[in-house]
């Protein structure tokens, strides 16, 4: 019998895996921008409105093609994923990776990445609500039934997205594996609808010509602005393509962008404008009037799906930040459950989940209509972008060692580019922008009170307490009586004697035979190495120092840690092992600190923080906790 080689398998196996990747990525970076075809045209020909029908036409296409093309395909998909970290994409990321390159912690670096995340979650309210809403806004034109349904787009919005809220925590994984598959067929439906329109009326290619835009901007004078700030609807889930880096990979996302997303958008697009051109009423809604009465109904069907997929991705992105914002000290301990054990990144943060549901619901009902929610969408995201764009200045001028002239040279368009939109966009803010603002600075606050809360208690702690070499020292000395056992001693801060060790010899007078400080670190990458994950160092007689060191896209996990460092020959019996757990209780002072109602503020999440046994996995019945006090 021939003997059957195993390489040609290793091939065929990674071109799976890579396909299988691909797909992931249409199912879950392509959400967002994938359904800007049902409002973004619609949108921009209304605010061209006051120009010739013909003009606005082939000016809109033209400023949606090279919009897609500047800001998605050159600045994200060629030159902004490079800039991964280990991996992982994302503004926080991209902070992390900025820091590093500083060789310190700056603080307008730490406030760019905190406002960057801040931005998100307020982009992620409108995403949802008005994805979802869209679609079906799309009854209201269907045959028969569709002047009769206008009191029922609300109700039946509302309840679709109550109904995502409510599936989140039963994880995605198995709705997951036809992500992918729909969200192709959606877009090769795009595609599809448009093609037809396209082949009637050839001249929409004409269109791609960006002196169509450049007309359509000077014809409509000061009222131009509007326009940009309309056209950027098409460009709206960009950052997607970065932030989802970790979770497929740069080559699938960039195939898909290439082969699938852009092409099938810009039929689509150019299909819409064909449509417009040969029946002007129909750029009240242009994206309905591509789809034939004879597949009006699955076309609904698909559309419905697609939003939801899109809502779906924001959602499990705002679940990502949060943790990423936990592991990097900008917001407290939270319990984040994981919904899969084999894959990676399903996790579920029930606190984030109720505050986006009421957010999303809370701006269904206050604009009522997807074009009064296309006001307040594009400011988040133009200066989430201008975040992006300085960070990853610093990245390559600190980290890649660019010369100055050839950033500036790179990053200046792209800069100015973001800056029009921008300016395009701000326009909106008296008319809704200002939410996603105010639920952004609201962020910002929040995450920035912590960060310099925790600053305050970890100062305190270290100029109030007796550094640990001096400790053990005095132990040396005067030895305590000792009992068997392991007393594992969690601290935030390895070089003074914890607090709960201090209270132990205070109270019980005791000291057991194997004592570890133990202190978690978070990496400023996305994983740590298993083999860099311990690292053990003897501090004197029956006391050693443990750092477990995760990255911020990890969850710590003490018990298993616990393993690593019994296999480097750390040897303990977990049943006569008793973990020692410092509570504080925080006190506000109206005379140092922060002001007072930041201080309030502070003491009110270190109060709802999440337990820290639980957050570390700590088995609860070996463990003691002692309290103490500070005054911030």
């Known amino acids: 019998m021939a003997h059957t080689s195993p390489e040609p398998a290793e091939p065929a196996a990674r071109a799976a895996r890579f396909g299988a990747l691909w797909l992931g990525a249409l199912g879950v970076v392509f959400g967002d921008i994938g359904t800007s075809p049902l409002y973004s045209m619609r949108e921009a020909l209304a605010h061209a409105g006051a120009v010739d029908p013909r003009l606005a036409v082939f000016g809109v296409v033209s400023l949606v093609f090279w919009a897609l093309t500047l800001v998605v395909t050159l600045k994200y998909v060629v030159i902004v994923m490079r800039a991964d970290n280990g991996g992982e994409g994302g503004t926080l990321a991209l902070m992390a990776l900025a820091q590093r390159a500083m060789k310190k912690r700056s603080a307008w670096l730490m406030l760019l990445g905190v406002a960057g995340a801040a931005l998100f979650y307020g982009d992620g309210l409108i995403t949802p609500a008005i994805s979802v809403l869209s679609a079906v806004e799309g009854l209201t034109t269907a045959p028969v039934i569709g002047p009769h349904f206008a009191p029922f787009v609300l109700p039946l919005a509302a309840a679709i997205l109550l109904g995502l809220f409510a599936v989140q925590m039963r994880g995605t994984e198995t709705m997951g594996k036809f992500f992918g598959p729909i969200m192709l067929v959606w877009f090769l439906t795009l595609a599809a609808l448009g093609l037809p329109h396209v082949l009637a009326r050839p001249e929409i290619l004409a269109a791609l010509n960006p002196m169509h835009a450049v007309r359509l901007l000077v014809a409509d004078g000061p009222l131009g602005v509007t326009i940009l700030g309309s056209v950027f609807l098409c460009v709206t889930g960009a950052e ?15 195939l898909g962008w290439l082969t699938v997303a852009l092409p099938c958008l810009m039929l689509n697009y150019l299909g819409q404008g064909a449509l417009c051109l040969a029946d002007p009423e129909a750029m009240a809604n242009p994206f309905f009037g591509l789809i034939p009465d004879a597949f009006y109904w699955p076309v609904i069907i698909l559309t419905t799906l697609a939003t939801i997929i899109a809502s779906q991705a924001v959602i499990t992105g705002a679940f990502s930040v949060t943790q990423q914002a936990v592991q990097l000290g900008l917001l407290p301990r939270i319990n984040i459950k994981r919904t899969s054990e084999t894959v990676a990144g399903q996790i ?31 400011v988040a995201v133009t200066t989430t972008m201008v975040v992006t764009v300085v960070l990853l200045a610093v990245v390559m001028r600190g980290y890649w060692k660019w010369p100055l002239w050839a950033c500036a040279l790179l990053l200046a368009p792209f800069l100015a580019l973001d800056l029009v939109f921008m300016g395009a966009n701000v326009l909106k803010i008296a008319d809704g922008g200002w939410v996603p603002l105010v639920v952004a600075a609201a962020i910002v606050v929040v995450m920035w009170t912590w960060r310099e809360g925790a600053d305050i208690v970890h100062a305190k702690a270290h100029r109030d307490n007796i550094p640990l070499a001096d400790l053990i020292a005095t132990l040396e000395a005067r030895p305590p009586h000792r009992v068997p056992g392991t007393a594992i001693f969690l601290t935030a801060d390895a070089e003074v004697a914890p607090t709960a060790l201090l209270h132990n010899l205070k109270h019980n007078k005791i000291l057991h035979a194997d004592n570890i400080v133990m202190s978690v670190v978070t990496a400023d990458r996305p994983r740590v190495d298993e083999k860099d994950r311990i ?32 296999r480097r020959g750390l040897a303990f019996d977990l049943m006569s092992t008793s973990f020692f757990v410092g509570r504080r209780t925080v006190v506000a002072s109206p005379h140092e600190g922060m002001p007072l109602w930041r201080d309030k503020l502070f003491i009110w999440m270190v109060k709802n923080a999440a337990d820290p046994v639980d957050f570390f996995h700590i088995p609860a019945g070996r463990v003691v906790e002692m309290g103490s006090q500070v005054v911030v």
């Open 535 to 566: 690292e053990i160092a003897p501090l004197g007689p029956g006391f050693k120092r443990v750092t477990v060191r995760y990255g911020f896209m990890e969850t710590p996990h003490i018990p298993r840690a616990l393993g690593s460092c019994r």
């Open 240 to 254: 997607a393509l970065y932030a989802d880096m970790g979770h497929f990979g740069k080559a699938p996302i960039r």
């Open 348 to 378: 579920f943060v029930p606190p984030i989940n109720v505050a986006l549901a009421a957010g999303v619901l809370f701006l269904l009902f206050m604009f009522r209509t997807s074009s009064n929610m296309a006001s307040a969408y594009g």
